[in-house]
Structures are given as C-alpha cells and as structure tokens.
Nanobody, 121 residues
Framework: QVQLVESGGGLVQAGGSLRLSCAASGRTFSSYTMGWFRQAPGKERELLASASYSSAATVYKASVKGRFTISRDNAKNTVYLQMNSLKPEDTAVYYC??????????????WGQGTQVTVSS
C-alpha cells in the first residue's frame, strides 16, 4: 500500500509561483510513474504532468507546458510540481497520483487527498 500526501497549496496572486510536494510512503515509489492532476469545480480531473520512474520521460498538458515543471526525488520518495506564472484559471484542487506502470500514467492506483490552489486576479 502506498500513501500520498500533498502539501504546498495556498492563495497566490496571478503571475506568482507555488511549489507543490507529494510525499509517498512505501518502498516501491521509485518504480511508479507519478503524475499531478487537478480538478476545478464542475470540471473533470485532468492530468497536468507526469514523470516516469527514472524521470527519463516527462509529459505535460499543453496549457501548462513551459509554466509548470514536474520533478521527483526517489531518495526522498517525493514528487514536486513547480508552478510559475500562475493564472486565475489554474485555481483547482491539485492531486498527485501514482501508477504502478514505471513508464507512463493512465489510471493511478494511488491518490493523495488533494491540496487547494487559488490564484487571485
């Protein structure tokens, strides 16, 4: 069993930055593909970025590419999402997810509880 705990959300002005962290328990973190998702009110949860087990493959949603950066530290069992140039439309609950496939993410088996990000205009 893997438990994921996100942190780092909060209120920020448009144009600002936040760094989200997702700490994982368990010894198999390094073999999973990790992803960051978000869900805004009334909308479906969407995948923003993913990193394969070795970080050799990272994938980004077009709307965040160039503004968001995913990274992971397998020694610390932690994955990060650096978010720059934030926009009001980035307001959502952000989740990290873990897929047992080492190279890509489709349907995470494990989810964190989410952290709220609010961007004011």
């Amino acid at each position: 069993q893997v438990q994921l705990v996100e942190s780092g959300g909060g209120l920020v002005q448009a144009g600002g930055s936040l760094r989200l962290s997702c700490a994982a328990s368990g010894r198999t973190f390094s073999s999973y593909t990790m992803g960051w998702f978000r869900q805004a009110p009334g909308k479906e949860r969407e995948l923003l970025a993913s990193a394969s087990y070795s970080s050799a493959a990272t994938v980004y949603k077009a709307s965040v590419k160039g503004r968001f950066t995913i990274s992971r530290d397998n020694a610390k069992n932690t994955v990060y999402l650096q978010m720059n140039s934030l926009k009001p439309e980035d307001t959502a609950v952000y989740y990290c997810g873990a897929d047992t496939n080492p190279n890509y993410i489709r349907t995470p088996k494990y989810w964190g509880q989410g952290t709220q990000v609010t961007v004011s205009s």
